[in-house]
């Protein structure tokens, strides 16, 4: 071969192995790293709120007072609980991009000028948002990232806001507290307290009574909520039509994105291991399986995290129609920030679910994100990370901590994964956790979560 020739082949061989090691350290840098807690913050903002709730309970009515303090007592323990779990995301970036939609929103409606409410994220996969009492306002990781623009984000905001604004959770305690302590409830307890058989069925019915009252009155609150939303939203740069298209998404929210059998094949049949079906076989009897709903489209409606969605379409559509033909078409670009957000959740939520021992919620999110970005580092690392918890928990009899039984309030996909995590071997979890990081070990050997996790497997392998 010409020298020159010769000497031109080995600096492109170079130059390409140089440029290929680059991409792939690039790639495995590049791997979420979750967000560490601001647990300074989080201590502030807890004292702030646990003042503010002390304060509020020296301003509630006298009559009743006990019944009173015993519900607003369950309520903080609640907001408690957020900040004990470290449900709230501190992160900074994320807290000022939304506290900046928070308050275009409140400068563009005077009304809510002045008013004690701050919303924040949090890392909850359960697609949804709430006001949860103390001007609080949380927006789920599980919601925001499954919306597609910053309208359908300022209407999650102003319907929350909606709620607060019109004080639907004080009200809400206020009728409870009234209902319990009419002549007529009291009358049915003391009946009941006398009656020499059934009392449990009997307190049962009035209970379902005045919950189905309740559960009313939430669904007149939610469309209160949403016209009171469309109002605060008219006034903004945001398009109206923000509320109907959210509202879509909401209807259809709960139904399953992965098909879990036969991702389940998919990723975990390996030559040396290969996929057995028993994996996902449907336990029958006392002892196994769950419980089939008969098909009822009320009671399904009832079930998903937004019921009544179609309806609140219904009632809410000639308010945005109307202003949105007299605005005109807003065309509102999603910024840089909203797109990194919605790409960066997901990673929290398996982090925060795993963090805080929930394996099998941690596993269907990582398989679900998985399904979209194959040779994603991270998560690649993290279904060895948990099958190796499994491994551990079953080992020392814990498992029942970290997973979670095959239920009908679980979608069918869900309650699958759940099957097949009951029905594995302590050794099938080290072998599935084994053979299916060994097929990543030549391109992911540099990257750090991807070794501690296959040296464990071999490790537990070998036991």
């Not at 607003?72 to 900046?100: G, H, M, P, V």
């Not at 604004?165 to 409830?185: F, P």
């Not at 209807?251 to 098909?259: A, K, S």
């Not at 219904?314 to 797109?339: C, H, Q, W």
């Amino acid at each position: 071969m010409n020298p020159l020739l010769s000497r031109f082949v080995r600096l492109f061989c170079i130059l390409f192995l140089t440029v290929a090691s680059i991409n792939r350290v690039a790639a495995q840098s590049s791997s979420f790293t979750p967000t560490a807690e601001d647990n300074n913050l989080l201590k502030k903002l807890f004292e702030r709120y646990e003042a503010s709730y002390k304060e509020s309970l020296s301003t509630l009515p006298s009559t009743n007072k006990t019944d009173f303090e015993r519900i607003y007592k369950e309520r903080w323990e609640n907001i408690k609980e957020k900040f004990d779990r470290k449900e709230i995301y501190t992160n900074s970036s994320a807290q000022k991009w939304l506290d900046a939609l928070v308050e275009e929103i409140i400068q563009a409606n005077p009304i809510l000028k002045g008013q004690s409410f701050q919303c924040y994220f949090s890392r909850s996969g359960i697609p949804n948002a709430s006001f949860i009492g103390e001007g609080i306002i949380l927006i789920n990781m599980g919601l925001f990232y499954r919306l597609n623009d910053e309208n359908q984000a300022a209407f999650v905001i102003s319907h929350e806001i909606a709620h607060f604004m019109l004080k639907h959770s004080d009200n809400a305690i206020r009728r409870y507290v009234t209902a319990i302590n009419s002549k007529e409830v009291q009358q049915e307890l003391r009946a009941i307290k006398g009656s020499e058989y059934r009392k449990r069925g009997q307190l049962e019915k009035l209970v379902k009574g005045l919950t189905f009252s309740s559960l009313r009155h939430s669904r007149d609150r939610e469309n209160e909520a949403d016209s009171f939303a469309v109002e605060l939203l008219r006034n903004t740069r945001f398009d109206v039509t923000g509320a109907l298209t959210t509202l879509a998404l909401l209807d259809t929210i709960d139904t399953d994105r992965l098909n879990t059998a036969a991702c389940l094949e998919k990723l975990f049949n390996a030559k040396g291991y290969p996929f057995q079906k028993r994996w996902i076989a449907k336990e029958e009897g006392l002892l196994g399986g769950h419980a089939k709903l008969k098909e009822d489209s009320e009671l399904e409606d009832s079930l998903k995290t937004h019921p009544d969605c179609s309806l609140r379409i219904k009632a809410i559509d000639p308010m945005v129609n109307r202003y949105a033909l007299a605005s005109g078409s807003k065309k509102t670009a999603n910024s840089p920030v909203f797109e990194e957000l919605k790409n960066i959740f997901p990673y929290e939520i398996i982090a925060y679910t795993y963090t805080s021992d929930k394996y099998t919620r941690s596993l269907y999110f990582t398989l679900e994100l998985l399904e979209q970005k194959p040779s994603d580092p991270y998560l690649i690392a993290q279904v060895g990370k948990l099958f190796n918890g499994f491994f551990a928990a079953q080992k020392s009899h814990t498992l029942g901590k970290f997973v979670d039984l095959p239920s009908p309030d679980y979608r069918p996909g869900y309650n699958l994964l759940l099957q097949f995590i009951q029905n594995l071997y302590k050794e099938d979890y080290a072998s599935i956790s084994y053979h299916f990081l060994k097929q990543y070990q030549t391109q992911l050997s540099n990257y750090e979560p991807f070794k501690t996790a296959y040296q464990n497997s071999i490790q537990i392998a070998q036991q």
